[in-house]
């Protein structure tokens, strides 16, 4: 490809190494604690999911930030990465890959893009439907409490649950839009769909380069929006959700430093983590479990259950696809009684019992 082969650094090449340099700057500061818990007494009195969710409907919530990873859509299908025997990175020996990771290193992608396609066609936004936890962070929105959603996930779902792109932040990127490696072209995601779906090598128009959605592979920089906005983001934010991740992959989860010490911080998520469960822990909350049964609870406790089924049946009729009828169904269908019209009914994911 143009441009591999001349001497010095490229464009790209310089990107990365001040990337390195800001990631390990991020994941410093993170440690250092942007905020320190200086505080004498408990931000609230029962630090238990318990105590939150009557503090939640006695005192309410004004400014909520929710961070998310791949656990809020393994109820949707898709795998995480990390979970033994069923992560994503456990179940790629298909691909033949040096490492699992190399299937999102940069380096790798470029010398070899066919098994990240063949990913990309089977993860693909539109394959799965939004959970429950994706329309409460709508319905936290559509109550004017969500000032944003930071997301590490690339599956498009808060996007299909209809929240507006300008309350998120997709930390990792998107498939929404995808540029040329080269020249830097851009491409809509209905031209990446076709050659993904075609089981054709995305190449530029003009160079010939590698077309690429915008999902942040390894050795490449983050959105600017994930640098810029938080510091506004997090001021007089008075409760931060974490569901779905274990903080485990940087800068993403130095985000949590981003709270105020008067912020309380909820974590759900199917595994302690350490940084949660500290002796002197004013303003932290495990709920060690699933994270669309949290929904439900949180729902139940504030009285929105009712809304948020209702929305998620709405929603949910719009991904019901029409029934193809054959020659031998039109002809059943004309023998019967034109007396009633026949209602399909669309499937609903109600809350777990």
């Known amino acids: 490809m143009s441009g591999r082969?001349?001497?010095?650094?490229?464009?790209?090449?310089?990107?990365?190494?001040?990337?390195?340099?800001?990631?390990?700057?991020?994941?410093?500061?993170?440690?250092?604690?942007?905020?320190?818990?200086?505080?004498?007494?408990?931000?609230?009195?029962d630090l238990s999911f318990d105590g939150f969710l009557s503090h939640w409907k006695s005192n309410g919530f004004k400014k909520i930030v929710t961070m998310v990873g791949a656990g809020i859509s393994t109820s949707a299908g898709i795998p995480d990465f990390r979970t033994p025997g069923s992560g994503l990175y456990d179940n790629l020996q298909k691909y033949n890959l040096p490492h699992p990771t190399d299937i999102f290193e940069l380096d790798y992608f470029i010398e070899n893009p066919k098994p990240f396609y063949a990913l990309a066609k089977e993860l693909y936004p539109g394959n799965f439907r939004p959970t429950p936890v994706h329309y409460f962070i709508r319905l936290l929105n559509e109550k004017n409490l969500l000032v944003r959603h930071y997301t590490q996930n690339i599956d498009s779902l808060e996007r299909l649950a209809g929240l507006p792109e300008e309350k998120m932040v997709e930390a990792h990127g998107t498939f929404h839009t995808n540029h040329c490696l080269e020249c830097g072209l851009e491409f809509s995601k209905e031209w990446m769909k076709e050659k993904i779906f075609s089981d054709t090598i995305p190449l530029c128009d003009a160079c010939n380069g590698i077309v690429k959605p915008d999902i942040v592979f390894f050795g490449e920089g983050m959105p600017d929006k994930f640098y810029d906005m938080p510091a506004e983001d997090f001021k007089n934010c008075d409760l931060l959700i974490v569901m779905g991740t274990s903080l485990e992959v940087y800068p993403f989860a130095s985000l949590v430093g981003h709270a105020e010490p008067n912020c309380l911080r909820v974590l759900i998520n199917r595994t302690s983590i350490d940084k949660f469960g500290s002796p002197?822990?004013?303003?932290?909350?495990?709920?060690?479990?699933?994270?669309?049964?949290?929904?439900?609870?949180?729902?139940?406790?504030?009285?929105?259950?009712?809304?948020?089924?209702?929305?998620?049946?709405?929603?949910?009729?719009?991904?019901?696809?029409?029934k193809v009828r054959t020659s031998d169904n039109k002809h059943n269908d004309d023998k019967k009684p034109k007396t009633s019209r026949e209602v399909p009914q669309s499937n609903q994911i109600e809350k777990k019992s």
Do not use: Y
């Open 5 to 45: 082969d001349s001497p010095g650094p490229s464009g790209r090449e310089s990107q990365e190494v001040l990337e390195t340099i800001r990631v390990s700057l991020t994941n410093l500061f993170s440690r250092l604690a942007l905020h320190p818990d200086q505080s004498a007494s408990k931000v609230i009195p």
């Open 280 to 322: 002197t822990n004013k303003r932290d909350i495990n709920f060690i479990g699933d994270c669309d049964d949290a929904v439900w609870k949180m729902a139940e406790a504030l009285g929105w259950s009712d809304e948020l089924k209702a929305l998620i049946k709405k929603e949910g009729s719009k991904f019901e696809k029409p």
